[in-house]
C-alpha cells in the first residue's frame, strides 16, 4: 500500500512521543513491503546542532520517502498551515491511506474527505487539555478531534479513557492500539560521567519534555525535602513553553543537587536511562508516554502519577502518588529511595511483551485493509 503519514513535526527525531511513533511506525512498515511518505514540518528542530544539519534536507530515511511541508516557525500557526498544505499536497501522491497524528491535524483532514480519500487518525491523547495552549489553539485543536470523529474512517486511541471519551462524547467507536517499544542496549555511564559527573544509581531522573503538563514542577518540590545525595536529572528541552522552562531553571538554581542537560539523545540518553536510580514522571496529562515504555524497557524503576495513561502503562510493575500532590510525591520518592528495588528483569520483560511494535504494526496494517 501507499500510505501519507501526517502531523508529526519532522523524522528522524525525538521531539515528542508522536514523532517517536511515526519515526517507528513508518520504518517498519516499509519493511514489510508498503511505501511510505512522511510530511514533515519545515522550521526550527529543538535538536538542530552541527551533527543533525544534514537532516534539514533529508530526501529519505530508512526507506521511507521525507516530504518536507513549509510553515511559519510561530506557535500554533506553524501546525494550521502545516496541515493545510500537507493535506493538499497528499491529495496528488495516489494513496491508499493518508494516516493523520495527533488532533490539531485533524483539523484539515475535511479537504481530503472531500476527495473521498481514506483517513486512519491516531489520537496521541487529549491535546486540547495541554495548559501550553490558549483560547484560540484550544478550540483549533477540539475542532480538529471533532471532525476526526465525523469523518476519519478509523481512529486509533492510546488509552482506554480516551477510547471511553470518544464514545461518551461522540458516539464513535475506536481501535485501541498501545505505542510499543523496542529492547535497548545497555551503557555503562561514560558520557554522563565525564560531562555530569553521574554515576551508576546515583540519580533520580526526570525525562520529557519541559511544558507544565508534565508536573515537573511537583517533582522539584517534592525532592527539595527529602534529604540524599542521589542528585535529581532533568533532560528534556521546551516546546512553545520558554516561560515554564525560565520558571524551572529558577527552580533548579537554588538546589544544587539538581543537574538540567537539556535535550538529549544517541548514546548520552541511553546512558541516561540504562544509569538512573528510578524514573519519575509526575504528569498532570498524559497520551501514551513514550518516555515510561522506554524508562521501563531498561528496567527502570519507575515513580508515575496515578492518571490513568500511566497507571494502564505500568500495571503492577511501578509505584504511583496521587497526582498534584508533592506531599505523596515526596513520601514515595523517599520510600524508593530508602527500600529495596524492583527485579529490573521482570520490568524490561512485562513492557517488551506487552508494548511489542511487530503486534502493533499488524493490527494498523488490518485498519489500513478494512474495507
Not at 483517513?119 to 501550553?132: A, E, F, M, N, P
Amino acid at each position: 500500500m501507499k500510505i501519507a503519514m501526517i502531523g508529526h513535526k519532522r523524522i528522524p527525531s525525538r521531539e515528542g512521543g508522536v514523532e517517536v511513533v511515526v519515526q517507528e511506525l513508518s520504518t517498519m512498515l516499509v519493511k514489510d513491503g508498503h511505501q511510505i511518505d512522511a510530511y514533515n514540518r519545515k522550521g526550527k528542530n529543538v535538536q538542530d546542532s552541527n551533527a543533525d544539519k544534514d537532516k534539514k534536507n533529508l530526501k529519505e530515511y530508512k526507506g521511507v520517502r521525507i516530504i518536507t511541508i513549509p510553515t511559519i516557525n510561530k506557535k500554533g500557526i506553524d501546525a494550521l498551515l502545516y496541515s493545510f498544505f500537507a493535506s493538499i499536497r497528499a491529495l496528488f501522491g495516489k494513496y491508499d491511506v493518508l494516516h493523520y497524528h495527533a488532533e490539531g491535524s485533524c483539523a484539515m483532514l475535511w479537504i481530503p474527505h472531500l476527495f473521498k480519500k481514506k483517513i486512519v487518525v491516531t489520537i496521541h491523547g487529549l491535546d486540547w487539555q495541554r495548559s501550553k495552549w490558549g483560547g484560540f489553539a484550544t478550540k483549533y485543536i477540539k475542532f480538529g478531534e471533532k471532525l476526526a470523529a465525523k469523518y476519519a474512517d478509523e481512529i486509533i486511541v492510546l488509552s482506554k479513557g480516551v477510547q471511553k471519551y470518544f464514545k461518551e462524547t461522540y458516539n464513535r467507536d475506536t481501535n485501541f492500539i498501545p505505542n510499543g517499544v523496542n529492547k535497548p542496549e545497555i551503557r555503562e555511564p561514560k558520557i554522563i560521567k565525564e560531562k555530569y559527573g553521574l554515576n551508576k544509581d546515583g540519580y533520580i531522573l526526570f525525562l520529557a519534555r519541559i511544558v507544565p503538563e508534565k508536573g515537573l514542577h511537583y517533582l522539584i518540590e517534592a525532592y527539595k525535602q527529602i534529604n540524599t545525595d542521589k542528585k535529581l536529572v532533568i533532560a528534556g528541552g521546551s516546546s512553545h513553553t520558554n516561560d515554564y522552562l525560565e520558571k524551572i531553571k529558577k527552580m533548579a538554581s537554588k538546589d544544587s543537587r539538581i543537574i538540567m542537560t537539556g535535550f538529549v539523545q544517541g548514546e548520552e540518553l541511553e546512558e541516561l536511562y540504562s544509569n538512573c536510580y528510578l524514573y519519575c514522571l509526575p504528569s498532570d496529562v498524559e497520551g501514551m508516554p513514550i518516555s515510561l515504555l522506554e524508562a521501563m524497557s531498561y528496567g527502570c524503576n519507575c515513580l508515575v502519577s496515578d492518571i490513568e495513561e500511566n497507571t494502564q502503562v505500568v500495571g503492577k510493575y511501578a509505584k504511583t502518588f496521587n497526582k498534584g500532590n508533592i506531599e505523596s510525591l515526596k513520601e514515595e520518592l523517599e520510600n524508593m529511595i530508602n527500600y529495596t528495588q524492583e527485579n529490573k528483569e521482570k520490568i524490561a520483560n512485562y513492557v517488551l511483551n506487552t508494548y511489542n511494535w511487530d503486534k502493533i504494526v499488524k493490527e494498523t496494517e488490518e485498519l489500513y485493509a478494512k474495507e
